[in-house]
């Protein structure tokens, strides 16, 4: 038996992580575990970087006590 061949298509991948849809996704992921973690925590983001063309956002500690809880119960690690 033959095997196929197929080719990735890399920019087509890139278009779609940074598609609306996607990185509205992200926001709502990322606004979803801040409100699990807890008071404090505030999300940043998405961006869409072109480089690699991923979006990313990201969930960080807003405050002192946020920093502290965070320090002692590593509230974004346990989800």
Do not use: C
Request: aromatic residues 6%; without cysteine; charged residues 35%.
């Amino acid at each position: 038996m033959a095997a196929t061949r197929f080719s990735w298509n890399m920019r087509g991948f890139a278009d779609v992580r940074g598609l609306p849809k996607v990185t509205a996704r992200l926001k709502a992921e990322a606004d979803q575990r801040a409100a699990r973690a807890g008071e404090g925590y505030e999300t940043r983001g998405p961006e869409v970087s072109r480089g690699r063309g991923r979006g990313r956002a990201a969930v960080i500690t807003g405050n002192a006590r946020a920093r502290r809880a965070e320090a002692k119960r590593h509230n974004l690690a346990r989800g």
